[in-house]
């Protein structure tokens, strides 16, 4: 069985900041690509920012200069450094990853329980 957990959601104020973390553990054999996707209230999920297993990083326009994702392959571990939070990132984050459980097996997306992350003041 593959789980990932993620942690470090919460309540912070315009301009505050967050640091999301999400740990795979379970049945892995390998690792993919990693990210972190959101959905606000009454929205559909977006995608926020993804990291190839090399560490090249792709962010959604909203985020870019503001979010920073990161990973350690060794740790099984994805982070999302949030800074200059705004309301409209209010939202449930997801993290997600693309696994390969085992060396016979395909590789297949899988997804965390979720986050909560509120920017209000």
Do not use: H
């Not at 993620?6 to 795979?24: D, K, R």
């Not at 990210?35 to 209230?41: D, E, K, L, N, Q």
């Not at 449930?92 to 003041?121: E, H, K, L, M």
Request: some cysteine.
């Amino acid at each position: 069985q593959v789980q990932l957990v993620e942690s470090g959601g919460g309540l912070v104020q315009p301009g505050g900041s967050l640091n999301l973390s999400c740990a795979a553990s379970g049945s892995i054999f390998s690792i993919n690509a990693m990210g972190w996707y959101r959905r606000a209230p009454g929205k559909q999920r977006e995608l926020v920012a993804t990291i190839t297993s090399g560490g090249r990083a792709n962010y959604v326009d909203s985020v870019k200069g503001r979010f920073t994702i990161s990973r350690d392959n060794a740790k099984k571990m994805v982070y999302l450094q949030m800074n200059s939070l705004k309301p409209e990132d209010t939202a449930v984050y997801y993290c997600n990853a693309n696994i390969r459980p085992r060396v016979d097996y395909f590789f297949n997306d899988y997804w965390g329980q979720g986050t909560q992350v509120t920017v209000s003041s």
